[in-house]
C-alpha cells in the first residue's frame, strides 16, 4: 500500500471503506462513494508557504464531507478516500494538467502539458489558495512532483477502476457519486454569485442517465434545498474517466455549499452541521433505494 510520511510516521495515502465484497463477485449494491478531497493528513515533504495559517492553506479542502455522508456506514456502501489534501495533489485534474512556472525547469517535465487552471493557481499541484495566497514560496521539483503522482494519484485512480469493474462485473451496471463541497460564493472570475445550495454535475447529461441525476437531484429538491444542475460545476477528471452512459457505468459530481455545515474561514463545524448531515443520510438512503430498484 502507497504510504506518505506524516510527523515521522506512514499513513496510506488512498482507504477502502465499507462493504468490499465486490472483491468476491458478491456485491449487494452496485454503488460507490467517491472522497477525492476530504483528505486530512498533510506530508511531512508537502513544504508549503510557512507563512501561510492553516486555515488558509486548507481553504481548498472539502473539510467534513465525508462525515456529513457517515450513513454510508450502516447502509453498507463502498467508499473510497483520499487521505492527502487536494492542494498536495488534485485526483479530480487530469495528470497532465500542470503549470511548468511552479516546477525548477518545467519547461522538461516528463509529460504533456494541459495548462487550464493556471491563472487561478487550480492546476494538478495547487499553486494557489483563495485565489491570492501563494501555496509554494519555492519551486518544486521534478523528482517530488512525480513521486505524487505515483503515490497518491495512481492509487487512488487504480481502486476507483478496480471497484467499479467488480460492481460491473457482478451487476452489469455501476453507480458512483463523487462527493464534493463548494465555497458560497462563486470566484473573482465568476463575479462573486452566490452559488445554489446543492450543484449537481454530470457533464450535461454525458457522465450517466437523466434517470440518476434527477434521482439525486429530487432526493435533495425533497428535503428543501435549492438544487441546480449543471449550474456551476459540471464534474471534473473523476466525472470524465468513469461515466459511461452508454455502457450502464454512471457518475455524477455532488457539491454541498459550505455553509450550510461551517465556517468557511475557521474552518469549524457551524450549529447546522448536524442538521446537514442528517439531511444527507436521507438522501443517501433515497439514492441507495433507486439503485437497488433499478438492478432488480
Excluded at 19 to 25: D, K, Q, S
Aim: negative net charge; contains cysteine.
Amino acid at each position: 500500500m502507497a504510504t506518505i510520511q506524516v510527523k515521522g510516521q506512514p499513513v496510506s495515502t488512498v482507504r477502502v471503506e465499507g462493504n468490499t465484497r465486490p472483491l468476491n463477485g458478491k456485491s449487494d449494491i452496485p454503488l460507490l462513494l467517491s472522497f477525492p478531497h476530504s483528505g486530512e493528513h498533510y506530508p511531512d515533504d508537502f513544504e508549503a508557504n510557512s507563512e501561510l495559517s492553516f486555515e488558509i492553506l486548507d481553504f481548498p479542502n472539502d473539510k467534513y464531507v465525508d462525515e456529513l455522508y457517515q450513513a454510508r456506514s450502516e447502509l453498507d456502501l463502498l467508499s473510497i478516500h483520499a487521505n492527502f489534501p487536494r492542494t498536495y495533489i488534485d485526483v479530480n485534474r487530469h495528470q497532465h494538467n500542470i503549470d511548468v512556472n511552479m516546477i525548477k525547469n518545467g519547461e522538461e517535465w516528463y509529460g504533456r502539458i494541459h495548462p487550464s487552471g493556471v491563472k487561478s493557481g487550480t492546476t494538478l499541484f495547487w499553486s494557489k489558495t483563495k485565489e491570492v495566497f501563494d501555496i509554494y514560496s519555492r519551486k518544486l521539483n521534478h523528482i517530488e512532483l512525480k513521486q505524487r503522482l505515483a503515490q497518491c494519484f495512481v492509487p487512488y485512480h487504480q481502486l476507483m477502476t478496480y471497484y467499479i469493474e467488480q460492481i460491473y462485473q457482478s451487476h452489469g451496471k455501476a453507480f458512483v457519486l463523487d462527493c464534493h463541497s463548494m465555497t458560497q460564493f462563486d470566484g473573482k472570475l465568476r463575479g462573486r454569485k452566490q452559488r445554489p445550495e446543492i450543484d449537481i454535475g454530470d457533464r450535461h447529461g454525458q457522465s450517466c442517465s437523466p434517470q440518476y441525476t434527477e434521482c439525486v437531484a429530487d432526493v435533495f429538491s425533497s428535503l428543501g434545498y435549492d438544487v441546480k444542475i449543471n449550474g456551476r460545476f459540471l464534474g471534473g477528471e473523476i466525472i470524465l474517466r468513469y461515466g459511461w452512459p452508454e455502457i450502464n457505468q454512471n457518475i455524477l459530481q455532488v457539491e454541498i455549499r459550505r455553509d450550510l455545515y461551517m465556517d468557511e474561514d475557521s474552518r469549524e463545524r457551524n450549529q447546522r452541521f448536524k442538521k446537514m448531515q442528517e439531511d444527507c443520510s436521507a438522501a443517501l438512503t433515497g439514492i441507495k433505494t433507486y439503485v437497488e430498484q433499478s438492478v432488480s
